[in-house]
C-alpha cells in the first residue's frame, strides 16, 4: 500500500490517513472491524472499540500492529454517557485526540411485532444505535470543533429508508441516525468538520448469519437486491475509508447507500 498510496498522492488523489486517530466503535466483529483494517491500512492510529468481544478487539489490534500499523483496543458500552467519556479521555492519553469517528457499533435487536414485543428490548435498541453515536459525536464534537478539522460517519442501513416488519425500533434508530447526520452536518460545516452516513445493505456478517446460512433465506434475500450477491465487510471499508479521505473533501450531510442496488427495487426489473 505504501508505494501505490505515495504514486497516487504525487498525483493528488489520496486515500492517505496518516498521523489521523480514528476510533471505530464496535470494531471486534464485521462491518466494524473491516473499516478498522481499510484505515489501519491507510495509515491511521485506529481505536478499536469493543462491548464484549475483548479477544477479538485485542487480536485485531495485534494484527494491525503485526502489519506495521498502530492501534489499541478500548473497552465500553456506548449508550453509557460515562463509558463513552471515559473512552475519549483514554483514547486521548494514548493516541491523541480523535480525527475521525465511525459510529458502527449496533443491534438488529429480536424480530417482533409492535404490541407484542418489550418495550424493553426496544429501548435498548435505541440506546444502542441512535444514543450511543450521538454520546459519541458528542465528545468526538469537543476535540474536532476547536481544531477545525474532522470526520465523523455514522453507519446506518438500507432500513433508515425501507420499512422493516418486526423491526420498528431498528427502522426507526437508523433513520433518526440520518437525521442527526444532517443535522450535525450543519452545525459543523463551518468549521471543517464533515459529517456522512453509509447506508450497508445486505452485508454477510454475524449479525444476519441466520438468514443467509440457510438457502431459502439466503434466495429471499438475493432477489432483495439488484446486484447477484451479498455484501462483504470490505465492500463497506473501503466506502468509509474514501468518505473519511480527502478524496471525499466536499461531502457532509449525506447518505451513500453500499448495498449492491437494494434501493432501486430490483423487483421492478420484471413486471410492473
Ligand atoms: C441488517 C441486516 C439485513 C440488512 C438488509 C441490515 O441493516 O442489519 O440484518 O440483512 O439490513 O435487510
Redesign the pocket.
Known amino acids: 500500500m505504501a508505494e501505490n498510496g505515495m504514486n497516487l498522492r504525487q498525483a493528488g488523489i489520496s486515500l492517505d490517513l496518516s498521523g489521523k486517530v480514528a476510533l471505530v466503535t464496535g470494531s471486534s466483529s464485521g462491518l466494524g472491524m473491516s473499516i478498522a483494517r481499510y484505515f489501519a491500512k491507510a495509515g491511521a492510529k485506529v481505536a478499536v472499540h469493543y462491548h464484549s468481544e475483548k479477544d477479538q478487539a485485542e487480536q485485531l489490534v495485534r494484527e494491525i500492529i503485526s502489519n506495521g500499523g498502530v492501534a489499541s483496543a478500548f473497552g465500553g458500552d456506548v449508550s453509557s454517557l460515562s463509558d463513552v467519556e471515559s473512552i475519549f479521555r483514554q483514547i486521548d492519553q494514548k493516541l491523541g485526540p480523535v480525527d475521525v469517528l465511525v459510529n458502527n457499533a449496533?443491534i438488529?435487536g429480536k424480530r417482533a411485532l409492535c404490541g407484542e414485543d418489550n418495550p424493553e428490548d426496544w429501548q435498548k435498541v435505541i440506546a444502542i444505535n441512535l444514543v450511543g453515536p450521538y454520546y459519541c459525536s458528542r465528545e468526538a464534537v469537543k476535540r474536532m470543533k476547536s481544531r477545525r478539522s474532522g470526520v465523523i460517519i455514522n453507519i446506518?442501513?438500507?432500513?433508515e429508508f425501507?420499512p422493516?416488519a418486526g423491526?420498528s425500533a431498528?427502522g426507526s434508530a437508523?433513520a433518526g441516525l440520518s437525521m442527526f447526520t444532517k443535522t450535525l452536518a450543519q452545525e459543523l460545516a463551518e468549521f471543517g468538520v464533515r459529517v456522512v452516513a453509509i447506508?450497508?445493505?445486505?452485508?454477510k456478517?454475524p449479525?444476519?448469519r441466520d438468514?443467509?446460512s440457510n438457502p431459502e433465506s439466503l434466495k429471499d434475500?438475493l432477489d432483495?437486491i439488484a446486484m447477484p450477491r451479498l455484501g462483504e465487510p470490505e465492500d463497506i471499508g473501503k466506502a468509509a475509508v474514501f468518505l473519511a479521505s480527502d478524496l471525499a473533501s466536499y461531502i457532509t450531510g449525506v447518505t451513500i447507500s453500499v448495498?449492491g442496488g437494494?434501493l432501486i427495487y430490483p423487483a421492478f426489473k420484471h413486471g410492473g
Open positions: 449496533g438488529d446506518t442501513s438500507v432500513h425501507i422493516w423491526y431498528y437508523k447506508a450497508p445493505g445486505a452485508i456478517t449479525i444476519n438468514v443467509w434475500l432483495k448495498d437494494m
